[in-house]
């Protein structure tokens, strides 16, 4: 800049009631997540207590303990939760013992004999075991589908290979996709796709996530498609 020329104008310095919504606004990004989460977790606990403890004699509750021998009257959250978590163990422990399978069998056995229960045992057993088994993969990949018609992209998981009727049908290799709605990712719909239509994605799972519950406000990262695998679809 040379003498003579033109000074620029500095710019004009927010006002008093712009300081304050920015700071506000700066305060609320910081707390509104950390108080969200441990409502949540809160309100989670709270709800494991209200289905728990009324299977709990009230001698064997501690907060009914206390209030008895201390005259302290405590909302103790929590208690639920551990007797939920110790009793799962207990139960875990039992069913890999020879009495717990014969008992575990002669139960099934005797659900086997109901029209109605049967099919809806059968049918959660089925997921629970798909779910939580050791050997397989579910839920782990994130992919991109066209999604309702050619041209529309949709975000969508990848939860295992297509099996069965499914797979012996298609005559390709299929893959069963779940497409979550937003904002709640936990509803959603079940896809079968053949694999080549099926772009799979570098992001992670909880990356994914994020960018469904937010409506794509919240957008991960991108790799450098330089170090992308080999042989990876790179999306632009």
Known sequence: MQLGDDIPPRPARPGLLARLRNNFLTGLIVIAPIGLTFWLIWSVIGWFDGWVLPFIPLSYRPDIWLLQRFGLDLDIRGIGVG???LFTLLVGMLAKGLIGRSILRYAENLVQTMPVVRSVYSGLKQIAETILAQDQSSFETACLIEYPRKGIWALGFVSTSAKGEVAARAGIPMVSVFLPTTPNPTSGFLLF?????????????????????????????????????????VVE
């Open 83 to 85: 007797i939920f978590l």
């Open 193 to 233: 796709l053949p694999e080549d239509d099926v772009i799979i994605l570098d992001m992670s799972v909880e990356d994914a996530a994020k960018l469904v519950i937010s409506a794509g406000l919240v957008y991960p990262g991108s790799k450098d498609p330089e170090n992308a695998p080999q042989g990876a679809t």
